[in-house]
């Protein structure tokens, strides 16, 4: 009987600690919805990882004509011309060292005018001509410092 009352505390923690089971179906669906969502991560992060290119890189591209690209530059001055009857806008995009004309029939961006940043993206066409599908104006800072006197700046 002493040998008996020996045992049994020892039987008394071990069926405290018993340990719940997770149900195999739970831990199933669990690894499938991390995988599902997993998969959407890695397959969007690679489609919309496009870049941009110069101008001296597309005219160096043999394989750009074929397929859509964005092009980097600052709109030219004096070159922004708009056709109200074709509903189409005409400007020159420029890289500091090339430039090239693009033409595009979207909406245009507030922003838009000639010494801002664009980038433009469509195809090039066979007569040198970038046929745009998008564009996209980099809007300025916000937190750049203000020139004094310039667009309201005051000092009273």
Excluded: W
Excluded at 11 to 22: D, V
Excluded at 99 to 110: A, F, I, N
Excluded at 135 to 154: M, N
Aim: proline content about 6%; hydrophobic content about 45%; charged content about 15%.
């Amino acid at each position: 009987m002493l040998l008996d009352s020996v045992a049994r505390p020892e039987a008394a923690p071990r069926a405290s600690r018993r340990r719940r089971k997770i149900p195999l179906s739970f831990v199933l669906a669990g690894l499938a919805v991390a995988g599902a969502v997993l998969y959407l991560v890695l397959a969007n992060t690679g489609a919309s990882a496009e870049y941009y290119l110069t101008i001296r890189e597309l005219r160096a591209c043999t394989t750009c004509s074929a397929r859509s690209v964005r092009v980097a530059g600052t709109v030219a001055p004096n070159t922004v011309v708009k056709d109200a009857a074709a509903h189409t806008i005409r400007f020159t995009v420029s890289d500091g060292a090339q430039t090239m004309p693009v033409v595009y029939g979207g909406t245009v961006p507030d922003i838009f005018q000639p010494g801002i940043q664009v980038v433009v993206e469509g195809k090039l066409g066979s007569n040198g001509v970038f046929q745009a599908q998008n564009l996209l104006a980099k809007c300025p800072s916000k937190f750049q410092s203000a020139t004094p006197g310039v667009a309201g700046v005051s000092g009273q």
